[in-house]
């Protein structure tokens, strides 16, 4: 208690350093809280399952197309539920949420986000509704009565939160509806979905067939039996079921990945990087305050020494170093959870769609003992080295004239040198990791997208119930957009199956057999991206067809099956051929109901458009809708009139089609800068850690070089006096200061590129050893040092001998 | 060489001046051996500073060797000592983290001496001073009349016009101090201007002229 009123007595005799030291620790402390929380939110923070550990997502795998990731279809799905024995059981989803539930019976009917998953679903998820209940065995069979489990946020907005929800009928697609259940407001899955529905057996024949892989598969494994053991089992089931339906090798087997994995994708490492990063950050924070204490232990060594020889022990010295440590650490760590709590707000709102429960994100019980914990940390590792270095002076060295040695104890200058080297060397790490993170968003932004992304669209998918074939679809479709195109200012117009960007790397995977090929290099080819789109897309969609020509509408139902492939798949399959007239046989496109081989022609090459991904093109492959099963979804308008109006007008012409068909306008550019969230938030975080770092650093070099030159005043004093010029004496200070630069500069680029190579994923168009990410960082802080080292060496400058030199 | 007119020093103190030099003037000419004398406080040290133009804050005239001393700038004032004058502190002031040896090539590296050139000027007064074993210790390891003895080959290494001590021998013990006045005498027979300051009067006959100091006044 005693050294608490001491510690905090002497803090305030120096109130200016007291106070940069607070402020310093408290924004280190309070990014890294924030970082924190967002971590355990989002990350650490356990899903709404039941033992979450035990579940995993299963995949079909080709190993000959070198794909890991494929999905699995519905009868291959209920085989391996069948037959497998290491799971609890196993549920299904498909890779996609839909927006084609259309809610009617409200004042006007709306889209609704879905998924059509097994009767099993949430049992294997083991996740209870908050009101009602989930779904009954039997509502998964065929025949069961139609039932729902609404999502929290859709009885919240689309129902207006009714109480009553449960047990009321809603229309969902032309169907009375039962509400069985209302999820609690932290279940978000498949990401996005707003209500789920049992899905039926009878399925149309093309979601039927075992060629038709487009469901996610969820296992929950039995207690005890590791992953690997179900993963093999599954292996096994997938090379058995393949050799009994299927003529074809394809190498197949199983994956699986930890449903955590599934949801978190790319963010754990993202966060944990970031983390990372900001605990970096802190430390050269720590750096300069415990600079600041050893200086000032330097400073009251005479005192200290005094204290010593009057019989104070050497733990009690100690202990009033850290207790004043402490003192600044908890006050740090206490205006850093101030600005935690609005860092918190700022990380929640630039957090991009893809990472899950980041508007959860908030100064909880579990943060609050972080930083506490956090800020204890910090006291010791600020103030240990200082307070065992203030607590060994040479008593007697000390208590004689102390400035009869010209320069400070070597060992207290290489203290000095080594805390330099260490925060140059973090900030090199910082600097370097945001260059690289800078860079990777810079190539993302720069990529050609193959498309116009001021593109609008549209849904317009179209409910079975109440169009029932294909050929009424297509009727809609084509009138449509007939009408769109005779808008006033409508430049071209088109209908899609599948927007570019919007499903997060989800399409349609086909594949295609070439003509004259043999089996065995059939089952090698990779897949292809299949997009089935009506004439006049490419026009919409400001992508060019190099070679040959787009669909027509003369490519219809009853004319020869035509393709148009994209750049990529040109390259990958003809190689050094022009691809025009070549023929191929796709899956997905005029199929022949007896698994023939129906010959379709190459009639265009278009360039690459990213539908997938941004950073990776496709092996893209178009069918004309009229000869595709998969019915168009989405409507896409090229128009240079600003979007309200052109919205309005499109509106109009779908209600004159059909009044109950609601559409949601969008431009492309939401799924381009949603497809860059990751990259962007990452880039934008990574880059203030980097402008705090190179602060800090910056600060902290200024600090040590003027203590330095401060001390040495008399020793400048005596080289002036035996002729060294400014540029000896500016040499002296900044060489001084520069030697543990470089030598900080040194470990820094190993820690840069160890980095890099951890962060390996999140790059791109950058290699992990970036030479210009990492020069720049080199050349940053050798800025900052020069500028931190500029008003220490001028000061030396102005050194007088004759009164550094007083006798 | 040395031209002081009605040279004075003084320091702020509690906004009043306290003087520490009044109205010094004083002629020593080149190849004089001066000593300076006076009790502690006198401002024997303020002057030996202000000579060897460490010190700028003086007022009144210094002409060195013709140069108006007092009109130059910092800069051109220390351009001129460094071209004449070698200094010898009256507590050692070695450089602590500096070897013998690069104490005393350090004045010459200041002055663009090529390293070969300092190598043997180095050897030449390390040998001179019979410290060539010392060569590559640290000044802590070294006693204060060796010390001492290594400020004083530091101050001569450049070679320069003038050499000012301060109380050269002031830590040395008898024998010692000997050797550098005798070194001193040698040094000016060779044609070196040399002002010293002592307390003694032994060391004082070693040069030819003795200029007071008491009080800040020149005395007789
Ligand atoms: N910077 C200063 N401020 C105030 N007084 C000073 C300063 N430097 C020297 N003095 C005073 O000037 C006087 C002369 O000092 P000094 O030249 O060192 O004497 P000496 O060398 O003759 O013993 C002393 O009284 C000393 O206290
Ligand atoms: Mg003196």
């Known amino acids: 208690m005693q050294e608490l009123r001491h510690a905090v007595r002497r803090l305030a005799r120096t109130p200016l350093s007291s106070l940069s030291a607070i402020l310093t620790l408290a924004l280190g402390i309070g990014a890294t809280t924030a970082l924190f929380s967002a971590l355990d939110t989002v990350v650490l923070r356990p899903f709404p399952f039941r033992d979450p550990d035990r579940l995993v997502m299963l995949f079909e795998t080709h190993a000959k197309r070198g794909s890991d990731r494929f999905e699995v279809s519905w009868p291959n799905y209920e085989d391996w539920r069948r037959q497998q024995r290491s799971y609890d059981d196993l549920a299904a989803m498909p890779n996609a949420v839909s927006d084609g539930f259309i809610l009617e019976g409200r004042d006007t009917p709306r889209r609704l986000k879905g998924s059509l998953v097994s009767g099993n679903f949430f049992d294997v998820l083991g996740s209870r509704a908050a009101l009602g209940r989930t779904f009954q065995p039997e509502e998964g069979r065929s025949g069961g009565a139609p039932v729902v489990v609404l999502s929290h946020a859709a009885w919240q907005q689309a129902l207006g939160g009714d109480p009553g929800i449960v047990g009321r009928s809603l229309a969902i697609n032309g169907t009375a509806t039962t509400v069985v259940g209302v999820m609690a407001s932290d279940f978000d899955f498949p990401r996005g979905a707003e209500l789920w529905l049992p899905a039926v057996t009878t399925l149309p024949d093309v979601v039927a067939s075992r060629q038709t892989g487009f469901l996610h598969v969820i296992g929950r494994l039995k207690a005890g039996v590791a992953p690997e053991t179900g993963r093999a089992e599954i292996d096994g089931l997938v090379r058995q079921l393949a050799r009994q339906y299927r003529t074809d090798d394809k190498g197949r087997g199983a994956a699986t990945l930890a449903v955590t994995d599934y949801l978190l994708g790319s963010t754990r490492l993202a966060l944990f990087a970031l983390f990372g990063v900001v605990g970096l950050v802190l430390l050269i924070a720590c750096g300069n305050v415990a600079h600041l204490l050893l200086a000032q232990g330097l400073a009251r060594r005479r005192e200290t020494a005094v204290r010593l020889a009057i019989g104070a022990s050497r733990g009690r010295v100690v202990r009033q170093q850290l207790t004043e440590s402490l003192v600044l650490a908890l006050a740090g760590g206490g205006l850093g959870l101030l600005l935690a709590a609005w860092g918190v707000r700022v990380l929640a709102a630039l957090a991009p769609e893809e990472i899950p429960r980041a508007s959860e994100i908030a100064v909880n019980p579990a943060v609050l003992a972080f930083s506490l914990g956090l800020s204890l940390v910090t006291a010791l590792v600020c103030g240990l080295v200082p307070a065992l270095q203030a607590s060994r002076p040479d008593v007697v060295d000390a208590l004689r004239d102390s400035s009869r040695g010209l320069t400070a104890s070597r060992a207290s200058r290489r203290l000095e040198g080594g805390l330099v080297a260490l925060q140059a060397a973090l900030a090199v790490v910082v600097l370097a990791g945001s260059g690289l993170f800078a860079r990777s968003l810079l190539a993302l932004e720069h990529v050609p997208l193959g498309f116009d992304p001021q593109t609008r669209s549209f849904n317009v998918g179209l409910p079975d119930w109440k169009y029932p074939s294909l050929e009424a679809k297509r009727a809609f479709h084509h009138a449509l957009v007939e009408r769109v195109r005779a808008l006033p200012g409508v430049e071209a117009a088109a209908a899609t199956f599948l927007r570019p960007l919007e499903l997060g790397g989800i399409g349609v995977n086909s594949w295609i057999a070439l003509e004259g090929e043999g089996s065995e290099a059939q089952d090698r080819n990779p897949s292809v991206n299949y997009q089935s789109v009506t004439p006049g897309y490419f026009e919409a969609m400001g992508a060019h067809i190099l070679r040959g020509r787009g669909f027509e509408e003369a490519d219809g139902a009853s004319a020869p099956g035509v393709v148009v492939v994209g750049e990529a798949t040109a390259r990958r399959f003809w190689p050094g051929q022009d691809p025009i007239g070549k023929r191929v046989a796709v899956y997905g496109a005029k199929a022949d109901p007896k698994g023939g081989y129906v010959w379709q022609t190459v009639v265009g090459v278009a360039q690459d458009v990213r539908h997938r991904q941004v950073h990776e093109a496709a092996l893209d492959l178009y069918v004309p809708s009229e000869q595709s099963p998969f019915p168009a979804e989405y409507l896409v308008v090229k128009s240079p009139i600003e979007t309200a109006g052109l919205a309005a007008s499109v509106r109009r012409e779908i209600a004159a089609l059909d009044k109950d068909q609601p559409s949601d306008a969008v431009a492309l550019l939401r799924f381009v800068d949603r497809a860059r969230g990751g990259a962007r938030f990452r880039a934008v975080l990574i880059l203030a850690f980097a402008g705090l770092a190179a602060a800090l650093a910056g600060f902290g070099l200024y600090g040590v070089l003027a203590h330095a030159v401060s001390r040495r005043v008399p020793e400048i004093g005596v080289r002036v006096a035996l002729g060294a010029r400014s540029r000896d004496i500016a040499t002296l200070v900044l060489v001084e200061g520069l030697r543990p630069v470089a030598l900080g500069l040194l470990l820094g680029l190993g820690g840069a590129v160890a980095f890099g190579r951890a962060a390996r994923s999140l790059l791109f168009g950058v290699s992990a050893t970036d030479a210009t990410a990492l020069a720049l960082s080199v050349v940053t802080l050798l800025f900052l040092a020069v500028l931190g080292g500029l008003g220490p060496a001028r000061r030396a400058l102005r050194v007088d001998p004759v009164t550094a030199l007083r006798e | ?220």
Do not use: C
Not at chain 2, 4 to 32: D, F, P, S
Not at chain 2, 99 to 119: C, F, G, H, M
């Open chain 2, 1 to 220: 060489m040395i031209e002081l007119r009605n040279v004075e020093r003084w320091h702020e103190q509690g906004g009043q001046r306290a003087y520490v030099l009044r109205r010094i003037t004083l002629t020593i000419k080149e190849g004089e051996f001066v000593s300076i004398m006076g009790p502690s406080g006198a401002g024997k040290s303020t002057l030996l500073h202000v000579l060897g133009m460490h010190d700028g804050e003086f007022s009144g005239e210094f002409d060195f060797l013709g140069e108006p001393i007092h009109k130059l700038s910092r800069k051109a004032r220390l351009e001129v000592q460094k071209k004449n004058i070698g200094f010898v502190f009256q507590s050692y002031h070695l450089l602590d983290d500096l070897t013998v040896y690069e104490n005393l090539e350090i004045p010459l590296s200041y002055r663009d001496v090529k390293k070969s050139e300092r190598q043997g000027i180095v050897a030449d007064v390390l040998d001179r001073f019979h410290i060539v074993g010392k060569k590559d210790l640290y000044p802590n390891q070294l006693s204060g009349g060796q010390q001492q003895l290594v400020a004083v080959a530091r101050a001569l290494v450049a070679k320069p016009k003038l050499i000012l001590a301060d109380e050269p021998t002031g830590n040395l013990h008898s024998d010692q101090g000997r050797e550098i006045m005798e070194l001193f005498r040698t040094l000016n027979e060779a044609g070196t201007t040399i002002v010293q300051v002592t307390h003694s009067e032994t060391n004082a006959t070693y040069g030819n002229r003795i200029v007071k100091l008491r009080d800040g006044w020149l005395a007789d």
